[in-house]
């Protein structure tokens, strides 16, 4: 059920269509907020519905109305609605979007159900007396979210019920426990980011109940486990789909991840039997290096290193040649259309104060660009084999 419809008035300074608006809220809002906040991403999940634009168009100007669907909560559906407005161009044209209402579509129904409760306790009451007040009481106890709290001396960020219940959920952090919590998992307890040193909280609440370690899908999840299982009582092991996290699940997906999760001795033979596979592979590749990843040895000159730098905090992009010539700045909700509409055929590099995201990578890929510098890497499904990434934390190291 949809929590919440945005609604925005957008102009344009010329004639363009409904798809024309739609692409570019996409475009120029990709990689604002990583892509936690990609709106193809929560569309994916379910957590953003169809956008839809109605359009009319007055001389050589084009006015409408824009309505974003939006299932998440107030604070993040908030965030959404303010992306909107970052819009500014629409094809060629200058735009201006203003968000006006977010209606709570959730109002009219709830408001059908308490009618339809009003109508329930005059049958009640007219059957035998009841306390109206222990009544709504009720209603009211049984519809809040349970709050996180913080548990042990360490002050652990964890469910209301992790301290009562026969099982607890070990997660990795904060935002695993909120989203565990919005979908009513109460037992659930964060190592918060723990690196190389288990909270004894944690230990000694394994000892005497029943413990899944639910930990996120990518390599630092397996290190987390290792450390856990040396001080800790681990029965059972649950992971997010490979390359997520477990904030960002879904409750069908959480659901799906629990039910799945097996006894420990069994995904550690597992975890051993891919390593192995990962090992003999190895072994058998070829010694020659492949001209991508020479690629990836590149060294960028000091002059562009200090560009960087100033780069940080700006959500801007610079484009290079071959010889590490600056051909252009951008700003990065700018740079696909940049790159897609004019060109830049002696483009070789571009580096930017933004996340990196699939479509800019396939992008690259198909403009001949090698290499793409930026704050940090979004989710990515495929890999260019002739594009090079680096964050900035590579640049460190």
């Known amino acids: 059920m949809v929590k919440y419809m945005i609604r925005a008035r957008v102009e344009v300074e010329g004639l363009v269509d409904k798809h024309d608006i739609v692409g570019a809220i996409f475009g120029q809002t990709e990689g604002l907020f990583g892509s936690e906040f990609d709106l193809r991403d ?73 009618d339809r409760a009003k109508e329930i306790l005059q049958t009640m009451i007219k059957e035998k007396e009841v306390d109206v007040k222990e009544v709504l009481q009720e209603i009211e106890t ?41 979908y009513g998992y109460k037992n659930t307890i964060a190592l918060e980011g723990a690196r190389g040193e ?49 904030e960002e699940l879904t409750g069908k997906e959480i659901a799906k991840a629990l039910k799945n999760a097996v006894p420990l001795e069994v995904y550690m033979q597992q975890l051993r039997e891919v390593t192995e596979s990962v090992e003999e592979v190895a072994e058998k590749a070829p010694t020659t290096i492949p001209e991508a990843e020479a690629v990836s040895e590149i060294q960028l000159p000091e002059a562009v290193l200090k560009t960087i730098d100033t780069l940080r905090g700006t959500l801007e992009s610079v484009i290079y040649d071959k010889n590490w010539n600056e051909l252009g700045r951008v700003p990065v909700k700018d740079l696909v259309d940049k790159l ?58």
């Open 42 to 114: 929560l569309q994916e999940k379910g957590r953003i519905g169809r956008i839809s634009v109605e359009v009319k168009h007055q001389g050589s100007k084009t006015f409408g109305e824009i309505l974003v669907p939006s299932n998440l909560d107030r604070v993040e559906t908030a965030l959404v609605a303010a992306m909107l407005e970052f819009v500014d161009k629409v094809g060629p044209f200058n735009a201006k979007v203003r968000v006006f209402d977010i209606v709570d579509v959730r109002r009219e129904k709830l408001k059908k159900v308490v």
């Open 340 to 397: 897609v509409g004019e060109d830049l055929a002696e483009a070789y590099a571009v580096v930017m104060d933004g996340v990196i995201t699939q479509r800019l990578l396939d992008i690259a890929a198909a403009k001949g660009i090698k290499v793409i510098v930026g704050a940090r890497v979004g989710a990515i499904s495929r890999k260019p084999t002739d594009v090079v990434m680096l964050t900035y934390e590579d640049l460190k190291s």
């Open 142 to 182: 049984s519809t809040k979210t349970a709050e996180l709290i913080e548990y042990g001396p360490e002050r652990l960020p964890a469910g209301p019920e992790v301290d009562k219940s026969d099982t607890i959920i070990i997660v990795e952090g904060r935002a695993d426990v909120i989203n565990l919590l919005r």
């Open 198 to 246: 288990i909270p004894k909280t944690v230990v000694e609440l394994s000892k005497t109940k029943k413990t899944i370690a639910f930990l996120d899908g990518d390599r630092a999840g397996d290190m987390i486990l290792k450390e856990l299982v040396r001080v800790a009582k681990v029965d059972l092991v649950a992971r997010a789909p490979p390359g997520r996290e477990v």
